[in-house]
């Protein structure tokens, strides 16, 4: 395919998916933990902290999952590294949990077929994200040298 026909930037390699789908979940992980520190001040200025922590650790899951993809999918251009960075936050959040021990993940409140669920959970969440991402994205190709094309003036005449 031609470089300058439309809809060349939508043919991207498997390495410049992966990449952007690398930078979804390094945002996404960062606005994770800015949400998890918001929302760790709001449940500690309550009465009883205990009973929000895991529906707002969900919510907070399933946020960064939609930003996850909305970000990957932002910067690979399609929505499949959009689905791919959902996939690595998964991946990552399970290898967390492992890595700290599957008890300490989501606590007693979910047992383990939910926390599964919550894991798949990210992805689908994911899902949403990129195809915001795809729809609001500019795709029109940028030619290197090609000139400006400026709005012309129609004047009225009377």
């Given amino acids: 395919m031609d470089k300058y026909q439309p809809g ?17 979940v390094a945002l996404a992980v960062g606005i ?11 449940l500690y ?23 996850a ?3 990957g999918s932002h910067f ?8 791919i960075s959902g996939v690595i936050l998964m991946l990552l959040t399970w290898m967390l949990s492992w890595i700290a021990g599957e008890d300490i993940s989501y ?27 795809s729809r609001t994205r500019n795709r029109t190709p940028k030619i290197a040298g090609a000139p400006k094309i400026k709005k012309m003036k129609i004047k009225k005449y009377r």
Wanted: glycine share 14%; no cysteine; aromatic share 6%.
């Fill in 107 to 133: 606590g007693a409140a979910l047992p383990d077929p939910y926390s599964v669920l919550a894991r798949l959970g990210i992805v689908v969440a994911a899902l949403p994200g990129a195809l915001i991402a």
């Fill in 8 to 24: 060349a930037s939508d043919s991207r390699g498997f390495g410049a998916m992966m990449l952007a789908a690398l930078k979804g």
């Fill in 32 to 42: 994770a933990a800015a949400l998890l520190l918001i929302i760790s001040f709001a």
């Fill in 76 to 83: 690979g251009g399609n929505v499949l590294s959009g689905l």
């Fill in 45 to 67: 200025s309550t009465g009883d902290p205990n009973r929000f922590v895991v529906p707002s650790a969900l919510v907070v899951l399933a946020l960064s999952g939609v930003a």
């Fill in 69 to 71: 993809g909305y970000f």
